[in-house]
């Protein structure tokens, strides 16, 4: 009977006269073949280099609207990529006094502060309903407010005229206010209930065995669990409605009561053949600076909203 020595290599065979056992030689896996370092450094520097392009093609030309702000009338003209001799901070103070900017700030916070508080509440609590309970009719509401995101305000222009005008909320800031909630309502409800839905329903549970209701489940525990959805979609509808400009031009026609938008186009219309470009640029940059300021005092909130959805 033949039998086959399995003694490691290097170790005496203890029942072989011979003294140490065949030697067996060990062959070692093949190495994992690597990609060639040219095609991925070269992709690389591509990637960089087009993500150095936009960021250049982004900055630009807000960095030369604060600096052109600065300039005068005739500078801006005859070198208008050069620095200002001086800051002519009197272009800022000739916009804000003259040209009512002062006013068409003030009015556009009000109306986007209170209408961005009404569609993140409205928004974040049928978004809720939607994504938590089920009811005949749920996804009929649901794809309702989807269609919503889908028509074009434009179409609606004349008859929310008329009906505007016999609510008497024509020319009214409380009347653009409730538009702009129904007009970012859709996109809140589809933004918040994909949200909604990556929230843990454990803790829900846990807070109705003891003994909350649903009203305070949703304030005091899921509503603060979606903050960094929140967030997200206040940036988005906070940008459309500051710089939303069809709306107001049709409701709301009143001097007094006209928005920043409104103000930028008066400002660059009345000047006629004269021109305040100097004061005009100082006013684009004032409607610019909250934006910029949001979006950069809230950059990593709305990366995490984006982005929580992803894993549950």
């Known amino acids: 009977m033949k039998t086959t020595d399995t003694t490691p290599a290097g170790v005496e065979n203890p029942g072989s006269p011979a003294g140490p056992g065949p030697v067996i030689t060990k062959t070692k896996a093949p190495a994992p073949r690597k990609e060639p370092k040219g095609e991925g450094a070269t992709l690389n520097v591509f990637s960089h280099g087009i993500l150095i392009l936009w960021a250049i093609m982004v900055v630009m030309p807000l960095l030369w609207a604060v600096m052109t702000s600065f300039k005068t009338d005739r500078a801006i003209f005859t070198s208008p990529w050069s620095l200002p001799d001086r800051l002519h901070f009197e272009n800022w103070s000739r916009a804000w006094t003259e040209a009512h900017m002062s006013d068409y700030f003030l009015n556009t916070l009000l109306v986007v502060g209170c209408s961005l508080i009404g569609t993140l509440l409205f928004g974040s609590m049928a978004a809720y309903v939607l994504a938590r309970f089920e009811f005949p009719g749920n996804r009929f509401i649901y794809f309702l407010f989807i269609g919503g995101m889908s028509f074009p305000i434009i179409l609606a222009l004349v008859p929310l005229f008329y009906v505007m ?13 409730l538009v702009y909630i129904a007009y970012s309502l859709p996109f809140t409800v589809f933004f918040l209930t994909a949200f909604f839905r990556t929230l843990p329903t454990s803790v829900a549970e846990a807070a109705f065995v003891d003994g909350a209701s649903h009203t305070r489940t949703f304030f005091q525990v899921m509503l603060p669990m979606a903050k960094p959805g929140l967030i997200s979609v206040g940036i988005f509808n906070f940008l459309g409605q500051w710089n939303q400009y069809l709306l107001p031009t049709v ?25 305040d470009w100097s004061g005009l640029f100082a006013g684009l940059v004032m409607a610019m600076l909250p934006v910029l300021a949001a979006y950069v005092i809230f950059q990593r909130q709305v990366v995490a909203g984006l982005t929580a959805g992803a894993v549950k």
């Not at 005008?165 to 206010?177: D, K, R, S, V, Y």
């Open 251 to 275: 409701l709301n026609t009143e001097p007094e009561r006209k928005v920043l938008s409104q103000g930028l186009v008066q400002l660059a219309v009345s000047q006629g053949y004269k021109g």
């Open 165 to 177: 005008q016999n609510m008497a909320l024509l020319n009214t800031l409380h009347g653009l206010i």
